[in-house]
């Protein structure tokens, strides 16, 4: 079983900057295609960013491509979300997700792309 653990999450004022981290457990995150989905509180998930399995591409949606940044270290088996210049959109839940096949362009912004889902982390910007 693929397990997903989400932390880094916290209360922070707008403006500021927040990183998130993946953590993959016992297996190998490196074989596996990683993205981001945020929830914001009475909205659907909705994909952020995501990463190739080697971090050789990334992806971002229009909405937060200029202030978040996905990356990862195969070596340590972690992905990190960085966000800058919060917003109070911003706040919700953010979950990790992974698959072992690629997900290329636009695509690995889908919900149903990904086969395995961590719990999440909150999210709160306060104004």
């Known amino acids: 079983q693929v397990q997903l653990v989400e932390s880094g999450g916290g209360l922070v004022q707008s403006g500021g900057s927040v990183r998130l981290s993946c953590e993959a457990g016992?297996?190998?995150?490196?074989?596996?295609?990683v993205g981001w989905f945020h929830q914001a509180p009475g909205k659907d998930r909705e994909g952020v960013s995501c990463?190739?399995?080697?971090?050789?591409?990334?992806f971002y949606s229009d909405s937060v491509k200029d202030r978040f940044t996905i990356s990862r270290d195969n070596a340590k088996n972690t992905v990190a979300l960085q966000i800058d210049n919060l917003r109070p959109e911003d706040t919700g839940t953010y979950y990790c997700?992974?698959?072992?096949?690629?997900?290329?362009?636009?695509?690995?912004?889908?919900?149903?792309?990904?086969?395995?889902w961590g719990l999440g982390t909150q999210v709160t910007v306060s104004s």
């Open positions: 990463i190739s399995s080697d971090g050789a591409s990334t």
């Open positions: 997700v992974a698959n072992l096949y690629p997900v290329p362009g636009r695509r690995c912004l889908a919900l149903y792309e990904y086969e395995y």
């Open positions: 016992r297996f190998t995150l490196g074989y596996y295609a």
